[in-house]
């Protein structure tokens, strides 16, 4: 028997203090056991709520994305509503109504109405003069494909305008492809706009003259090419001093105006006065169509003439691109069109491309069947029929032709001017000081170089040629490959951009000969 056994009385004792010892082990175990599932149930609690605040971040993201989703769909719902609204009530309104009905701001048949206005003018009138060589099958057939090209590219512009929400011409541009290409664009737009002010002025100081022969000089003179070489109309202050005085009196004044809507009376006067001459030119070429000279002298499918001497087929073309390209204002008129989804757009481009065809073939083919040897630069120009003949009637649309330029150069000159304040200046703000000072500035150098150079034919082609396919074709092009989802190497957009580059480079080549011609003389 060991020592620790004899301190006890029993053995009972002793295993009471064994169990004893047990016991406080099994407690101190217990105990170690309670902590770890208390530390593990702490940890389980801590990632349970961690997960619980993940799940529940996640729930409120699905439900901002649903609620979203619901306002992009309620979105979408109420232009399909506004879209079958105008759908069934253009397909309840009669044909009398919709032609004749009264026309609502930014309805479709105004903004028809706005962009007909854009494309007739100087161009339309210049065609019959080239088609002499350009053969008038050709012609007609050129017109027609050219119209369509305007067209489609019309349709990629809006189309790029309202992918992007985006209805500015200059700031798509810089969207997509930054501010060199802007800058770029921007230029071209001043000299375009500067190249119409001097033909608008080479135009107006032109009709002019012609109207005064055709209401009484006619009498004194035998032909109009007599009075002009002959009478005073050649001497030099009529030449120089009537430009500079009826700027500065007349054009600088109204160009001065901030807000051209003020002017919208005298452009819709304009506007009619056009109309009228169209009217006059149709109706007068009765007398001037002969059975000898239309069979002697119209050239009906020879189109090997157009490719000679001149290359009057490109000149032809660049003609057509220079009265059939008004993208620069159609963006702004497709911004103001009432619940403007690509539907009514294109509703809107397609009517009015076959109201320009119209005209276009109306007055080329009757204006070159008209006057077929010799035709003027602008078929209101065609002569007499005989010798002292009177032409008051045209005298007067020429008249209403002179004032109608005299209204188109503030609106042109207000878009020209709002480009050189920003780009100037860095703002549109148009201050008094600076709005007298640029304004002169414009005048005078646009009225000088019409004066030095006076060739209606040369502006067209050069500004129809060089810069109206640039903005016209080139430019909506780089657009929608940027805007839509295909791959920039589809062939939708190879095909696209490979088609209105070739145009693109007819143009120039047409402006090249041109500027030669200018030069050598």
Same mark, same amino acid.
């Given at each position: 028997?060991?020592?620790?056994?004899l301190?006890?009385?029993?053995?009972?004792?002793?295993?009471?203090?064994?169990?004893?010892?047990n016991i406080?082990?099994?407690?101190?175990?217990?105990?170690?056991e309670?902590?770890?599932?208390?530390?593990?149930?702490?940890?389980?609690?801590?990632s349970?709520?961690?997960?619980?605040s993940?799940?529940?971040?996640?729930?409120?993201?699905?439900?901002?994305?649903?609620?979203?989703?619901e306002?992009?769909q309620?979105?979408?719902?109420?232009?399909?509503?506004?879209?079958?609204n105008?759908?069934?009530?253009?397909?309840?309104?009669?044909?009398f109504?919709?032609?004749?009905?009264?026309?609502?701001?930014?309805?479709?048949?105004?903004?028809?109405?706005n962009?007909?206005?854009?494309?007739?003018?100087?161009?339309?009138?210049?065609?019959?003069?080239?088609?002499?060589?350009?053969s008038?099958?050709?012609?007609?057939?050129?017109?027609?494909?050219?119209?369509?090209?305007v067209?489609w590219?019309?349709?990629?512009?809006?189309?790029?305008?309202?992918?992007?929400?985006?209805?500015?011409?200059?700031?798509?541009?810089?969207?997509?492809?930054?501010k060199?290409?802007?800058?770029?664009?921007?230029?071209?737009?001043?000299?375009?706009?500067?190249?119409?002010?001097i033909?608008?002025?080479?135009?107006?100081?032109?009709n002019?003259?012609?109207?005064?022969?055709?209401?009484?000089?006619?009498?004194q003179?035998?032909?109009?090419?007599?009075?002009?070489?002959?009478?005073?109309?050649?001497?030099?202050?009529?030449?120089?001093?009537?430009?500079?005085?009826?700027?500065?009196?007349?054009?600088?004044?109204?160009?001065?105006?901030?807000?051209?809507?003020?002017?919208?009376?005298?452009?819709?006067?304009?506007?009619?006065?056009?109309?009228?001459?169209?009217?006059?030119?149709?109706?007068?070429?009765?007398?001037?169509?002969?059975?000898?000279?239309?069979?002697?002298?119209?050239?009906?499918?020879?189109?090997?003439?157009?490719?000679q001497?001149?290359?009057?087929?490109?000149?032809?073309?660049?003609?057509i691109?220079?009265?059939?390209c008004?993208?620069?204002g159609c963006?702004?008129?497709?911004?103001t069109?009432?619940?403007n989804v690509?539907?009514?757009?294109?509703?809107?481009i397609?009517?009015?491309?076959?109201?320009?065809?119209?005209?276009?073939?109306?007055?080329?083919?009757?204006?070159?069947?008209?006057?077929? &040897?010799? $035709?003027?630069?602008? %078929? /209101?120009?065609?002569? @007499?029929?005989?010798?002292?003949? !009177?032409d =008051?009637?045209?005298? +007067?649309?020429?008249?209403?032709?002179v004032?109608?330029?005299?209204?188109?150069l503030?609106?042109?000159?207000?878009?020209?001017?709002?480009?050189?304040?920003?780009?100037?200046?860095?703002?549109?703000?148009?201050?008094?000081t600076?709005?007298y &000072?640029? $304004?002169?500035?414009? %005048? /005078?150098?646009?009225? @000088?170089?019409?004066?030095?150079? !006076?060739? =209606?034919?040369?502006? +067209?082609?050069?500004?129809?040629?060089?810069?109206s396919t640039?903005?016209?074709?080139l430019f909506?092009?780089?657009?929608?490959?940027?805007?839509?989802?295909?791959?920039?190497?589809?062939?939708?957009?190879?095909?696209?951009?490979?088609?209105? &580059?070739?145009l693109?480079?007819?143009?120039?080549?047409?402006?090249?000969?041109?500027?030669?011609?200018?030069?050598?003389?």
């Amino acid at each position: 028997m060991n020592l620790f056994s004899l301190s006890f009385k029993n053995d009972k004792e002793l295993e009471k203090v064994l169990n004893s010892g047990n016991i406080k082990e099994n407690s101190f175990t217990d105990n170690k056991e309670i902590e770890e599932n208390n530390n593990i149930n702490y940890n389980e609690k801590i990632s349970m709520g961690i997960r619980d605040s993940v799940s529940s971040s996640n729930i409120e993201k699905e439900k901002e994305n649903e609620g979203e989703e619901e306002d992009s769909q309620k979105e979408l719902v109420e232009k399909e509503s506004e879209r079958h609204n105008s759908m069934v009530l253009d397909n309840k309104r009669s044909l009398f109504h919709k032609i004749f009905g009264p026309m609502e701001a930014g309805s479709i048949r105004g903004s028809i109405f706005n962009m007909v206005i854009l494309s007739l003018g100087t161009g339309m009138f210049a065609l019959p003069k080239y088609m002499s060589n350009t053969s008038l099958f050709l012609a007609c057939f050129l017109i027609i494909g050219i119209c369509f090209a305007v067209w489609w590219s019309l349709l990629l512009l809006s189309k790029a305008c309202e992918k992007n929400k985006i209805y500015n011409y200059s700031k798509l541009i810089e969207l997509l492809y930054g501010k060199i290409l802007s800058l770029t664009y921007d230029t071209i737009v001043i000299l375009y706009s500067f190249g119409v002010l001097i033909l608008f002025n080479c135009i107006i100081f032109s009709n002019l003259g012609e109207a005064l022969y055709g209401i009484y000089y006619y009498v004194q003179y035998d032909t109009l090419q007599n009075f002009i070489n002959d009478s005073f109309w050649n001497d030099w202050y009529i030449k120089i001093l009537l430009p500079y005085a009826s700027s500065i009196i007349i054009v600088y004044p109204m160009c001065l105006i901030k807000d051209v809507s003020k002017l919208r009376i005298i452009s819709l006067i304009g506007v009619i006065n056009i109309i009228g001459l169209i009217i006059i030119v149709i109706y007068q070429s009765k007398d001037y169509i002969k059975k000898e000279n239309i069979e002697n002298n119209v050239n009906y499918f020879d189109i090997k003439k157009g490719f000679q001497g001149d290359f009057d087929t490109l000149n032809f073309i660049s003609c057509i691109f220079y009265a059939s390209c008004f993208h620069i204002g159609c963006v702004p008129v497709i911004n103001t069109l009432t619940n403007n989804v690509q539907r009514r757009i294109e509703k809107a481009i397609r009517r009015t491309i076959l109201i320009d065809i119209f005209f276009y073939l109306v007055i080329a083919v009757v204006g070159y069947l008209s006057c077929p &040897i010799d $035709t003027p630069s602008l %078929i /209101i120009q065609r002569p @007499t029929i005989k010798p002292h003949d !009177s032409d =008051i009637v045209m005298g +007067i649309g020429k008249i209403g032709f002179v004032f109608t330029f005299f209204t188109k150069l503030p609106n042109t000159y207000s878009s020209l001017r709002i480009t050189l304040f920003d780009k100037i200046w860095g703002t549109t703000e148009i201050t008094d000081t600076k709005n007298y &000072i640029v $304004t002169f500035i414009v %005048i /005078i150098v646009c009225v @000088t170089c019409s004066i030095l150079y !006076s060739d =209606i034919s040369s502006y +067209i082609k050069i500004m129809g040629g060089l810069f109206s396919t640039l903005v016209g074709f080139l430019f909506p092009s780089l657009l929608i490959i940027k805007s839509n989802e295909k791959k920039i190497y589809h062939w939708e957009n190879i095909l696209t951009l490979a088609f209105f &580059i070739i145009l693109t480079l007819i143009g120039f080549i047409s402006s090249v000969f041109t500027i030669h011609k200018m030069i050598v003389g």
